[in-house]
């Protein structure tokens, strides 16, 4: 047995269409996940097809990437971001929790020479 055969009888297959042509997607993966997918790309193509009906079917395809790569890369800057952000407040937190340990502690003396005051 190859091992290309082999590969293909230890994985799951799924049929998908996108722009009109049929794929046999072949991988370890969950088969709505990769419905998913599809019909995401499928709505993105025919966004642009609504958008430009006449463009040839070589040109949509080539925008279909386009968009959704740029969408991919936006939302990794985002993600990137939010990661800076986190580790940003996170920072900030404990240095609140150190300053707030601190004026507890500042309190606790000041209670102490007010009881020894009065």
Do not use: W
């Amino acid at each position: 047995m190859t091992a290309e055969k082999n590969f293909q009888q230890n994985k799951n297959k799924i049929k998908v269409k996108i722009l009109g042509d049929t794929f046999t997607v072949i991988g370890e993966f969950d088969e709505n996940y990769i419905k998913k997918l599809a019909e995401y790309v499928e709505k993105v193509s025919r966004d642009i097809r609504n958008t430009y009906p006449e463009l040839p079917y070589r040109r949509l395809a080539n925008l279909t990437m386009i968009n959704l790569a740029d969408e991919y890369f936006k939302l990794r800057s985002d993600c990137i971001d939010l990661s800076r952000e986190k580790e940003r407040l996170r920072e900030a937190n404990q240095s609140l929790h150190d300053e707030l340990k601190k004026l507890r502690q500042e309190n606790k003396e000041l209670m102490t020479l007010l009881e020894e005051v009065e």
